[in-house]
């Protein structure tokens, strides 16, 4: 995500054609595994609620909660950030709401049919800018045309809901799937390559030569399968190196950067703005701008790091918990100011 974003920040630079093949595989594909991994962590968030006593009327509150407040810090974000996804979040997670009683295989359905109906959508979608603030404009933003729409990008929460029912810990569970997503991506790659090649030739192309790319604006059919195959094959091949090293620092360090996604997401974007803004990396090779997306990277894994070894949530994830969980507990430990009060009133005089 940090390689495909520092990329797009440094558009007018020269890539070298390595640089520009990497960037051009990883395209989209970053995006679709956090949506994935979204629809997984609402999964595991309701069965550990569930665990805890609460009931899933509850645990659909706290969700619209939680979807609101990043709804709205996505609006705002956008305004600095023109490739923010916060705001996606904030629908995708109402729909998660919604759709939480229903069971995997009805999820299943619906993720394709979100897919199949983004082909007739996009057939008569103008994707013309229109003006922000402007409700119809926004509402196609979010549903059509936007960088992440509904249709059909719903469908990576909700296969990422299904894998968060399934126990990836178990490896008869975990292999036969990565064994599926495999040639699932070669497939889908060989189409991507025929499709790419038909519609560089003269017309008349192929009518499905379009659909068959595995291109994510406008996200295509190809794109959506081959997004739902990078992501559960990513998913499952952490699990696989990981489970038997989980106390190893290096796996303890990504955990760490993982539970500071939201707050590392927000940063990434102003290490990048304010060089750009200053002239920095806008001309010359676009080397130079990925090394300091890996740099940034780097740093990022350290400074979640030595947070999480003092508190438990990161700066940003606090204030979005805070307010979408009414946590009683004040920012990063200590007393509340409610609870503050009543010990200053019954402190003896």
């Known amino acids: ?35 994935t991994l979204a629809g997984v962590g609402v ?19 706290a969700l619209v909660r939680r979807a609101v407040i990043l709804f709205a810090l996505g609006l705002v974000h956008r305004h600095f950030w023109p ?48 003006e922000f603030w402007s409700l119809s404009a926004e509402l196609g933003e979010i549903f059509f045309d936007g960088l992440f729409p509904v249709f059909p990008w719903l469908s990576f929460l909700l296969v990422g809901i299904v894998l968060g029912r399934v126990d990836l810990n178990d490896p008869k569970v975990r292999r036969p799937m990565l064994a ?19 519609t560089d030739a003269p017309l008349p192309h192929h009518p499905l030569a379009h659909w068959a790319l595995a291109w994510p604006r406008p996200p295509t059919p190809a794109f959506a399968l081959m997004g739902v195959a990078y992501a559960t094959l990513i998913i499952c091949v952490a699990i696989e190196v990981t489970q038997q090293r989980a106390q190893a620092r290096w796996v303890v360090a990504l955990m ?29 090779s676009q080397v130079w701008v990925l090394l300091y997306g890996l740099l940034f990277y780097v740093g990022c894994v350290w400074f979640a790091w030595r947070w999480r070894v003092r508190w438990r949530y990161g700066p940003v994830e606090l204030i979005v918990r805070q307010l979408s969980a009414g946590s009683p507990a004040a920012p990063w430990g200590g007393v509340p100011l409610a609870e503050l009060s009543e010990l200053e009133m019954t402190k003896p005089s």
């Not at 979040?89 to 009683?101: H, M, W």
């Not at 760490?256 to 806008?282: E, K, N, S």
């Open 1 to 35: 995500m940090i390689l495909v974003n520092y990329a797009a920040m440094a558009e007018l630079s020269e890539a070298p054609p390595a640089v520009a093949w990497l960037i051009e595989q990883i395209e989209g594909k970053a995006a679709a595994l956090f949506v």
């Open 43 to 61: 999964s595991l968030r309701v069965r550990s609620a569930l665990r805890r006593g609460h009931s899933l009327a509850f645990e659909q509150r």
């Open 83 to 130: 490739w923010d996804i916060l705001h996606m979040y904030g629908v995708f997670l109402v729909l998660a709401a919604v759709l939480l009683r229903a069971r995997s295989g009805v999820l299943l359905g619906l993720a394709a049919g979100v897919t199949a109906l983004a082909v007739p959508i996009q057939m008569h979608v103008d994707y013309a800018q229109s």
């Open 180 to 198: 599926l997503c495999v040639p699932l991506i070669v497939g889908v790659e060989w189409l991507d390559a025929w499709a790419d090649a038909a």
């Open 256 to 284: 760490a950067t993982g539970q500071l996604a939201l707050t590392a997401y927000i940063a990434h974007g102003i290490a990048i703005t304010i060089p750009t803004d200053y002239g920095y990396f806008v001309e010359g």
